[in-house]
């Protein structure tokens, strides 16, 4: 609400309280376009398909509650095949503060102090267990609601952001040509340390 700049005090309820956080958020950030856009991290899935059930009850599962709140749904579902490397990327970062950059190189979302990346590797095979639980999670997400998403690899995402975007627009009934038209506004963040920790990594648990 404090995101959105609602007051709390002007609903009576929570389900009118829910339905002006859904409304504003769609008007937001639907950006003068017919096409609002949502991400939603598997972290995050449980706290808000319970919001969903607050307003609608009696619809009969997850996938009937998004249509009534966002209308036709189209699920685009992004993972990453190299757990290790993600698993890695996000031990360097909660260590560094250092989340995301820009393409020109500058910060763009630092959450602590800077600080040295030092190796560890039980956090890492940690976030590689909760990772593989993750996508499992998803999966039968998906399954249970009958859903077939749309799946982008981090890796294509990576080596050709363009065609991952021409794709996404295809499948929403966007001409696909104007996925030229965008140019990545964020730069990797991985480098020599990260293909270290991997190649150490790999060498004390080579099962992995």
Known sequence: MAYYDLDRSAFPDTKSTLRAIFAEAIHQRKAATDIFGLRLQGKSRAFFLQQLRSLYPTAGDDLARLKATFGEVCFVYLNRRNKLEQAISIVKAEQTGLWHRNADGTELERLTPPADPVYDPIAIARYMAELEEGDAAWRDWFAAQQITPHIIHYEQLENDPIGALTDVLYLLGI?????????????????????EWARRFLADHPTH
């Open 175 to 195: 001409d696909p040509a104007r996925g030229a038209e965008f140019t990545p506004a964020t730069d990797k963040l991985a480098d020599s340390t990260n293909r």
